[in-house]
């Protein structure tokens, strides 16, 4: 079946650009999760989301970040007045629940490089 | 959230068994202890997962000792497409908390 896609796969834009990346998920997982990976480095947590409960934005690292799924599904994750340390690979995960006894279904990411 | 500590990095050969251990001290009694294997330009994907003892499935095994402070990944007689970076992570149902932090990136040469 499909996986999770996500668009585009590259991204490059000015410093000061506002960017959005989409995530879709896989056809009935109720959580999705947004995470960042910088070069070389482990993952970080951004933003989650679990059926129609408020998202869980702890992990965004400032305002300029936000992000919303509609009906459910699709998730938008936008980054505004960008700047070059948010160059990174997004990653967008869904499972069929939250939590550690759930698998994670990760997309092939977006690499965003911010100029 | 419980904190996961990984060795950075780990060499090895074709052919040999590789355990990689991951500590976790404060381990909830909810928390499951998944893997995650991940390839340059690639998402994270699903080894294997356990809540105590040992597991195992087609791909690796896992041994959590009865304290379930640690546990070893356990990969069979690797080889060079099994050079990736290896995840540890604790988590329970119900909380997001799953910090993937830096991995353990294994290196297999010929």
């Known amino acids: 079946g499909a996986g999770v896609s996500q668009s585009p796969s590259n991204k490059v834009t000015e410093k000061g650009k506002d960017v959005e990346l989409r995530c879709d998920p896989i056809?009935?997982?109720?959580?999705l999760y947004w995470y960042r990976q910088s070069l070389g480095q482990g993952l970080e947590f951004l933003i989650y989301?679990?059926?129609?409960?408020?998202?869980?934005k702890s992990g965004l690292p400032s305002d300029r970040f936000s992000a919303e799924r509609t009906g459910g599904s699709v998730s938008t994750l936008t980054i505004q007045r960008t700047q070059q340390e948010d160059s990174a690979v997004y990653l967008c995960a869904s499972s069929y629940g939250t939590g550690g006894n759930y698998e994670q279904y990760f997309g092939p990411g977006t690499r965003l490089t911010v100029t | 959230l419980a904190k996961t500590t990984q060795p950075i990095s780990m060499d090895s050969y074709e052919g040999q068994e590789v355990n990689i251990t991951c500590s976790h001290n404060?381990?909830?009694?909810?928390?499951?202890i998944t893997w995650y294997q991940q390839f340059p330009s690639q998402g994270p994907r699903f080894i294997i997962q356990?809540?105590?003892t040992k597991v195992t499935n087609e791909v690796a095994s896992l041994f959590i000792p009865a304290d379930r402070k640690s546990s070893t990944l356990s990969l069979p007689r690797v080889s060079l497409s099994d050079t990736a970076v290896y995840y540890c992570?604790?988590?329970?149902?119900?909380?997001?908390?799953?910090?993937f932090g830096s991995g353990t990136r294994l290196q297999v040469q010929p």
């Open positions: 989301f679990q059926g129609n409960s408020a998202p869980d």
């Open positions: 056809s009935g997982h109720t959580a």
């Open positions: 992570l604790v988590g329970a149902t119900g909380r997001r908390a799953l910090t």
């Open positions: 356990g809540y105590k």
């Open positions: 404060n381990i909830a009694t909810n928390d499951y």
